[in-house]
């Protein structure tokens, strides 16, 4: 994965911040994800395809999960449930699809999203396919920290 | 004054119901894909549908189209993350009125409402 790909996520997840949440994500250092770190409590995941190949994941601990929610929707949520996973699903959605318009621009034919997924739980671990390069951003927040997570790829001729 | 939010996320439906309650339009029925979005504008007579793209069963885009088929003339707004150029002529091509990319400013989608709203009755 071209680090330079992961630009548009990170300017994709500042906005999102900023617009729906009234509040500013600040990046911490860019690196590549282990495969032994372990994932926050609450993770969307959502994948690209068309034109590229990739898949986002964002990660959270419960008390930002629900901090994002309570702003949004003005709600006073204390557990993770429906509600709330189907908002971090709406989150990952919006970031993925900004920044796949950034990164497809009007020259080359839009990326296609799949529908997200949320997992939950504290016991869980996630292995990234074989040959796969992830790119780890943490994030701050006044909500609380975070993690997004990107392997991306433009097909050849792209 | 009756609308129909169509989305696939709850929580966006509910974030859209109250923007359009800041718009003075509290009569509002949901739908969770574009197959629901058609059976209640069969149903329904409404002023104003505000359809997402990406749903599972029919795409926005999709349900668009067949609604315009259908003969239905409401002002219709895509409120979806496809930001692309090509997608926003797709939709407007199939139909709709408006588009609204994800992430948005609630004081922007209220306003946006009131113009289409406003140019459909004027």
Do not use: H
């Amino acid at each position: 994965m071209q680090v330079d790909y992961i630009n548009p996520f990170i300017e994709s997840t500042c906005e999102l911040f900023t617009t729906m949440l009234s509040s500013e994500a600040q990046r911490g250092t860019i690196s590549l994800a282990s495969p032994e770190a372990n994932p926050r409590e609450v993770m969307a995941l959502i994948g690209l395809s068309g034109m590229a190949r990739g898949i986002v994941a964002i990660s959270f601990p419960v008390n930002t999960a629900l901090g994002m929610v309570n702003r949004l929707l003005g709600s006073d949520t204390k557990v993770v449930d429906d509600v709330v996973s189907d908002a971090i699903a709406e989150f990952v959605n919006i970031i993925a699809g900004s920044a796949k318009a950034r990164l497809s621009g009007n020259d080359r034919p839009p990326i296609d999203l799949s529908l997200p997924t949320v997992v939950r739980g504290s016991n869980y671990t996630v292995d990234y396919p074989s040959g796969s390069t992830w790119i780890e951003v943490p994030f701050t927040s006044d909500l609380g920290p975070f993690t997004l997570r990107v392997t991306f790829e433009m097909k050849p001729g792209a | 004054m009756k609308a129909l939010v169509v989305d696939d996320s709850a929580v966006m439906r509910k974030v859209l119901i109250g923007a359009l309650s800041r718009a003075k339009i509290t009569d509002v029925d949901q739908a969770t894909d574009g197959v629901e979005a058609v059976s209640a504008t069969e149903a329904t007579d409404y002023d104003l549908v505000l359809m997402d793209w990406n749903m599972p069963n029919m795409l926005g885009i999709d349900a668009v189209r067949t609604i315009r088929a259908n003969g239905k003339s409401m002002p219709i707004i895509m409120v979806t993350t496809e930001a692309e150029k090509s997608r926003v002529i797709d939709a407007l091509k199939a139909g709709a009125q408006n588009y609204v990319i994800k992430p948005f400013e609630p004081a922007a989608i209220v306003s946006k409402i009131q113009a289409v709203l406003a140019k459909a009755n004027g």
